[in-house]
């Protein structure tokens, strides 16, 4: 069964840093693309940073633009984000998610890990 693991989210002060992983588990998982989303309280769920696979290209939005950098492991399917300069308005629950080899879209997702920058 293909899961998605998360590690990494936690506390912050606001200009800090955090680093979040997800790795993915499962005999036959292959992804084109692996990324990260948020959702902070009481607003929908966005898109942060993306990867594709085949070549390695990378997305952000642009609020995180210059201080965020999505990578991923040498081998198999672990992706990271690296988090510096955090404000206040990066707290969120922060989401791995994959789009499997055939899916269209983003069809599996993490549980869920809790960044929280203060002031």
């Known amino acids: 069964q293909v899961q998605l693991v998360e590690s990494g989210g936690g506390s912050v002060q606001a200009g800090g840093s955090l680093r979040l992983s997800c790795a993915a588990s499962?005999?036959?998982?292959?992804?084109?693309?692996m990324g990260w989303f948020r959702q902070a309280p009481g607003k929908e769920r966005e898109f942060v940073a993306s990867m594709r696979w085949s070549g390695g290209s990378t997305y952000y939005s642009d609020s995180v633009k210059g201080r965020f950098t999505i990578s991923r492991a040498k081998a198999g399917y672990t992706v990271y984000l690296q988090m510096n300069s955090l404000k206040p308005e990066d707290t969120a629950v922060y989401y791995c998610?994959?789009?499997?080899?055939?899916?269209?879209?983003?069809?599996?997702w993490g549980q869920g890990t809790q960044v929280t920058v203060s002031a």
């Open positions: 998610a994959a789009q499997q080899t055939g899916a269209t879209q983003y069809n599996r």
């Open positions: 499962g005999r036959t998982f292959s992804a084109v693309a």
